[in-house]
């Protein structure tokens, strides 16, 4: 088996203040994701990555930048940390067949993100 | 854009009664939409549960069910009696397998907080 880890678990950052979040899996997985997750709120897509140095953005890109320079790692960064911000985001992986995905995610345990 | 709408949460239920999670889908961009449930157990991270590609199928795991119709545009998930460690967040969730290539990018619910009682 695998295990996809995020560092750090809680971060607590300042208003304007830019903040990585960073993502490792050792499942040998092409695609890599970031969802944000708001309380109360379903998971939103911020970025993607099929591949080493691809990025792809998600629905909720804006005040993000990511980076997938190793097949093994994404991270994400909040470009401007927001007042009052709470939330959730969990990386993920997942594998394809002949060229398509599967479909089953493997999710991180997430990082929780406090701004003051 | 695609959404999906599920059975608004907390939902708490007694051992070994039966339970039913709503979910609908919208799915405007995709023309043949896949569909998922993902469950989050306590101290756990968030994981497959079930899926079905093909629209009409049933697809099972752990005692759950969900069936797949494309005419109501629903994925309800369903167990005939739970048990207490079904307790969990459960998240409905749509993509797009056969024009999405590698991307596997998902759309989810709100999940559904379930609590068994003993």
């Known amino acids: 088996g695998g295990i996809i880890t995020q560092t750090p678990k809680f971060l607590i950052g300042q208003e304007g203040q830019k903040l990585t979040l960073k993502c490792q899996q050792n499942?040998?997985?092409?695609?890599m994701y970031w969802y944000r997750q708001d309380s109360g709120k379903g998971l939103r897509l911020i970025y993607y990555?099929?591949?080493?140095?691809?990025?792809q953005k998600g629905d909720l890109s804006e005040g993000y930048d990511a980076s997938r320079e190793k097949k093994s790692s994404f991270s994400l960064t909040v470009t401007s940390a927001q007042k009052n911000e709470m939330a959730v985001f969990l990386c993920?992986?997942?594998?394809?067949?002949?060229?398509?995905?599967?479909?089953?995610?493997?999710f991180g345990e997430g990082s929780k993100l406090t701004v003051l | 854009g695609d959404s999906v709408t599920q059975t608004e949460g907390p939902v708490t239920v007694s051992e070994s009664e039966s339970l039913i999670i709503n979910c609908t889908y919208s799915?405007?961009?995709?023309?043949?939409?896949?569909l998922f449930w993902y469950v989050r157990y306590p101290g756990e991270g968030l994981q497959l549960l079930l899926k079905?590609?093909?629209?009409?199928q049933k697809g099972s795991s752990r005692g759950f069910e969900a069936t797949y119709n494309k005419e109501t545009t629903s994925f309800h998930l369903q167990k005939a009696s739970v048990q207490e460690s079904d307790s969990a967040v459960y998240y409905c969730?749509?993509?797009?397998?056969?024009?999405?290539?590698?991307?596997?990018?998902?759309?989810f619910g709100e999940g559904t907080q379930v609590t068994v009682i003993s």
């Open positions: 799915a405007t961009s995709i023309a043949y939409p896949n």
């Open positions: 993920a992986s997942s594998i394809s067949l002949l060229g398509r995905n599967t479909g089953q995610l493997y």
């Open positions: 969730a749509l993509g797009d397998l056969n024009t999405g290539g590698l991307s596997g990018k998902l759309t």
């Open positions: 499942f040998n997985h092409d695609t």
């Open positions: 079905v590609i093909t629209a009409g």
């Open positions: 990555s099929i591949t080493e140095n691809d990025l």
